[in-house]
């Protein structure tokens, strides 16, 4: 699933735990939630490195 989807369905998954007093629902939410953030963070981090590469000259010719 993508970082965003992730997020939603374990926001969803946190607030039914919550809800319903399922501590393991909720703990399940919280951690697909999570997974999702560190998933944008990855991705965030693959842009930069790419960018920064792009950015980066060659090594000069003698």
């Known amino acids: 699933m993508g970082e965003l989807s992730d997020k939603i369905?374990?926001?969803l998954k946190s607030v039914m735990g919550k809800a319903?007093?399922?501590?393991?629902?909720?703990?399940?939410?919280?951690a697909e939630e999570m997974?999702?953030?560190v998933k944008?963070?990855?991705?965030e981090a693959?842009?930069?490195v790419k960018g920064a590469i792009r950015r980066?000259?060659?090594?000069?010719k003698r």
């Open 9 to 11: 369905k374990g926001r």
């Open 46 to 48: 693959k842009q930069e």
């Open 40 to 43: 944008g963070g990855v991705e």
């Open 35 to 37: 997974k999702g953030k």
């Open 20 to 30: 319903s007093g399922d501590r393991r629902l909720e703990a399940e939410g919280e």
């Open 56 to 60: 980066e000259p060659g090594p000069e």
